[in-house]
């Protein structure tokens, strides 16, 4: 599935990669969704960022459950995902949407770098601006 993501300014065409959503209680979602017939992979660990996560896995795109496993690293974290963790009491999004491509680079200002995991994650600067957003960012792929 392609997409022009709909932000301020941003004309690259980019790959829907995969959409996250904060959860409180990660074994009654994946119970939730498992009841309904879906298979869930066993996760893993986001060392450095203090998340952890389940994934629903289709043919191109991914659906993962996210929550915050280790609160110190999280907050610790530049991404400060427990903000988007504790949406309740925060009133950031829980959810994030992300693409995978390539950043023009007259559109780079409106994004900043995150390799903290190893891949190049560029996070649009809406995540600062706007956390009651969904975190928009883009897994760099491609030429």
Avoid: K
């Amino acid at each position: 599935m392609t997409w022009c993501a709909a932000l301020p300014s941003l004309a690259t065409v980019l790959e829907l990669d995969h959409v996250f959503s904060f959860v409180t209680d990660p074994r009654q979602a994946a119970r939730r969704l498992e009841d309904d017939g879906w298979e869930l992979d066993p996760g893993q660990a986001h060392r450095g960022q203090g998340t952890r996560n389940r994934r629903l896995a289709w043919s191109e795109q991914f659906f993962e459950l996210l929550w915050v496993s280790d609160p110190a690293e999280a907050r610790a974290n530049a991404l400060r995902l427990d903000r988007r963790a504790d949406w309740a009491t925060t009133g950031a999004s829980p959810f994030g949407l992300g693409f995978r491509g390539r950043i023009e680079l007259a559109q780079r200002d409106e994004f900043w770098l995150y390799d903290a995991l190893g891949p190049r994650i560029w996070i649009h600067r809406d995540n600062e601006r706007f956390p009651e957003r969904p975190l928009v960012f883009v897994l760099e792929a491609g030429g």
